[in-house]
């Protein structure tokens, strides 16, 4: 047993031990010292994946749940999909689950699943006074633009809130 110990050896130790001088010395309760810009997980909660969209040419909309994913509370997410294609390249991947908040309406520019007719796509949204125009990230793809009384075909189902992707 070490009676005397000096202060400067404590902090030595505590800090080969990943710990604090407090808690060697019996003064904390917490064992672990957190380097400054440690930041802990956030709130996690599930919500259902309910398919597929397209990230390219839009495909037929399903709605069954495939399972569930674990996003952050702060999302407000309600629902996930599993992107399909690569019109959303380099942004969102072929793979990617996107998290969707449903709202029916999203500002200029920000991402969102849309349904035209019975067929989904994940795109950027543009409204404009006379059309609405869902483009793509990929240059490679082309706008989908609809005009006038085609624009009722259109129903924004959710803003795409995050996405989850394996490294």
């Not at 672990?32 to 599930?46: A, G, L, T, V």
């Not at 483009?135 to 706008?143: G, H, I, L």
């Amino acid at each position: 047993m070490i009676e005397n110990m000096r202060r400067d050896k404590i902090a030595k130790l505590a800090e080969a031990l990943h710990t604090t001088p407090g808690y060697l010395m019996g003064w904390e309760d917490e064992p672990h010292k957190f380097p400054s810009n440690f930041r802990p997980m956030p709130e996690m909660r599930q919500i259902p994946r309910i398919g597929r969209i397209a990230c390219g040419e839009p495909i037929t909309a399903e709605e069954n749940i495939e399972g569930y994913d674990e996003t952050p509370a702060g999302w407000h997410a309600d629902f996930s999909l599993l992107c399909v294609g690569d019109s959303m390249s380099p942004k969102i991947e072929d793979g990617d689950i996107v998290a969707i908040r449903c709202q029916p309406q999203v500002n200029n520019g920000e991402i969102a699943a849309v349904r035209i007719g019975d067929e989904a796509t994940l795109k950027m949204v543009f409204l404009h006074s006379d059309y609405i125009e869902l483009r793509p990230v990929n240059p490679t793809y082309p706008s989908i633009i609809r005009r006038l009384e085609e624009m009722e075909e259109i129903r924004i189902e959710g803003k795409a809130v995050g996405l989850c992707r394996d490294l």
